[in-house]
């Protein structure tokens, strides 16, 4: 069964920083574009940052600068790193996979941005 494990969130300031990781199993992660979406309590869902399987990477205008997304194919793991995070920022933020026409979704990472 394929699965995709969130690590890494947890309640910081604003300003501190965090990586999210995202361990996959039972997939060609090398073939897979990964990304990260985030969900705000009473917001729909938005794509924060994703990277296709050559590399290509694209960000939400709200975090250029600040997060960067980055993979280990060798270790089958997806990450996000935050920075100078803001109270905004708070969200459960899930990982995904795509090839062609195949999904996958981990259960989510809790991140809780507040003074």
């Known amino acids: 069964q394929v699965r995709l494990v969130e690590s890494g969130g947890a309640l910081v300031q604003p300003g501190e920083s965090l990586r999210l990781s995202c361990a996959a199993s039972?997939?060609?992660?090398?073939?897979?574009?990964m990304a990260w979406y985030r969900q705000a309590p009473g917001k729909q869902r938005e794509l924060v940052a994703d990277i296709s399987s050559g590399g290509t990477i694209n960000y939400v205008d709200s975090v250029k600068g600040r997060f960067t997304i980055f993979r280990d194919n060798d270790k089958a793991t997806v990450y996000l790193q935050m920075n100078s995070l803001k109270p905004k920022d708070t969200a459960d933020y899930h990982c995904n996979a795509v090839w062609e026409k195949v999904d996958y979704w981990g259960r989510g990472a809790q991140v809780t941005v507040a003074s």
């Open positions: 039972r997939i060609i992660f090398r073939l897979y574009t």
